[in-house]
């Protein structure tokens, strides 16, 4: 009879661990924090334009900057917006005002490998487009 408790209660402990591990597992957030650059090609034939990325966790607040060619081939740096990252998601906008214009474009990806992959989304003549991106963080 004791043997039998014994099983039932060490079988109780089993199951309850297997509830607990995979949660804590979740709830392990990655730190992006550093220097990114990736290159898109260039408009109309145009040289290749080379991004660079600065991102900053504090706590659960995501900051940093793009720093990204700009019309007229001048480097330009836009603090990001609604900086978040949920587990290894990681997402941001880049809001840029130029020539009466602003376009807000909205990068989506994950973290993993010191890479982060997605998709920048953005409205270009009313329609809404995207593209992918991939960012590798650079080696100090």
Do not use: H
Request: charged share 25%; net charge positive; hydrophobic share 35%.
């Amino acid at each position: 009879m004791k043997a039998n408790k014994f099983a039932t209660a060490l079988a109780g402990a089993i199951l309850v661990m297997g509830f607990l591990v995979p949660t804590q597992a979740q709830d392990t957030k990655v730190d992006p924090t550093g220097t990114y650059i990736w290159t898109v090609p260039g408009r109309n034939g145009g040289p290749d334009r080379t991004n660079t990325l600065a991102l900053k966790l504090d706590g659960d607040k995501l900051t940093g900057n793009l720093t990204a060619p700009g019309p007229g081939g001048q480097t330009t740096t836009t603090d990001i917006r609604n900086g978040k990252i949920t587990g290894a998601d990681v997402s941001f906008c880049v809001v840029r005002s130029f020539n009466d214009n602003t376009v807000t474009n909205k990068y989506s990806g994950a973290f993993a490998d010191s890479v982060i992959k997605g998709k920048m989304e953005f409205e270009r003549n009313g329609e809404a487009q995207s593209r992918d991106w991939e960012a590798k963080l650079e080696k100090k």
